[in-house]
């Protein structure tokens, strides 16, 4: 019994046969009303990938990401520690900073209205006038603050008042890829998508490669489809890794390497690409040679912004003919990218017909069946798994 069959039997399914693993219902992909419970239940508490810590190094530098209704400033404070603060003026709540990115100077944050001003770190500095108010205290009026955590360089923020810790909710990722010193890594290169579908079916597609042989006929050239191993099926971290055929090879467009291993990547890493993705934004994407990942941004129940960053060794960026070696990964893996979003955009359309109400994973999407579970679990609903309506 090979890795993937004892995953099956694990989780109860007898191999082949699969008949527990329905799909989540169309109206999980075309409900306002669940949407907006999404917004609430996950995208509201559960952890979410920002951004590199390198892309606010110093003091004042910030971005800020909307989620839902939600706008959250994410700064580099005067301690140089990360802090993401809810968009929000405690004057009379007007949204502060609208643009995407850019740097507070002098270290004040302050609100276009009238003018009050909060240092990096939220504390409110200055309230014209209002020091002749007798019972006003500055120190009621911070802005809120959410949560932070750090992993590997990757940023994330939660909405939360009271979280699951972050190392909790990471556990199976904490002590992976320790090889590839990834806090060291830089961004090398970025691809900006948008996409018209719902923001599950990009997990979804991430996960599973029974699509691979007629999607991606390069992609399946470098990693057979039937040669995915996973280990991590339930929970925030899920995912595993695919061997590559190319010895010493990378997913590039001749199928080698693209750079030399980062980090102390060693043994069967270099013939692997490590597929996880953290629910519920980031699909990390470790290769011996780099390190992809996606930032998914859900900006509506049909509609995303999913940007592809490629992290390479600071030395490999440095150099101009390595970039340019370099390049074969990035086209790659726009390619495949384009392939993924073409059926991602189809499926969201299909979803759109009354005729269809739950389809039926194969075997081979298992981990796609345990991305739907762990949406469920967050929603708090129970399906009929054994309904053989179609
Ligand atoms: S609303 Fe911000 S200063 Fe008035
Ligand atoms: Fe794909």
Known sequence: MDNTQKAYKKRGVDYGLSTTMRTLPREYYQSEAIYGEEIEK????????????????????????????ESLIIVRDAQHQVQAHFNVCRHRGTRICSAKKGHFSSGVIQCPYH???????????????????????KTDYALFSAHVGIWGGFVFINLAEKPIPFEEEMGALMNRFGD??????????????????????????????????GVHPMLSKRTPFRGAVHDCFEGAVIGGYMEMTEKRGSMTMDGKAAAPPVGKVSGDDL????????????????????????????????RIENDCFFL???????????????????????LTNREDWQVCEQMQLGLKSHRFTRGHYS??????????????????HQLPEMDRRV
Request: aromatic share 14%; proline share 6%; glycine share 4%.
């Open 42 to 69: 996950i995208f509201g508490k559960r952890w979410l990938f920002v951004c590199r810590e390198e892309e606010i190094p110093e003091p004042g530098d910030f971005q800020t990401v909307v989620i839902g209704d």
């Open 115 to 137: 003018a009050w001003k909060y240092d990096l770190s939220g504390g409110l500095k200055a309230a014209p006038l209002l020091n002749e108010v007798a019972d006003f205290d």
């Open 312 to 334: 390479a060794h600071p030395d490999v960026i440095a150099d101009p003919k390595l970039m340019e070696r370099f390049q074969s990964a990035v086209e790659f893996w726009d």
């Open 363 to 380: 075997p081979f999407e298992d981990i796609a069946y345990a991305v739907d579970q762990e949406v469920l679990k967050a929603l708090g």
């Open 180 to 213: 590839w010193n990834l806090a060291e890594l830089r961004i090398a290169h970025t691809l900006e998508y948008k996409l018209n579908c719902n923001w599950k079916i990009i997990l979804q597609n991430y996960q599973e490669c029974y699509h691979c042989p």
């Open 271 to 302: 013939q692997r690409v490590h597929y996880y993705s953290v629910f519920p934004n980031l699909l990390l994407t470790p290769h011996p040679d780099f390190v992809l990942y996606h930032r998914i941004r859900s900006v509506a129940l049909d």
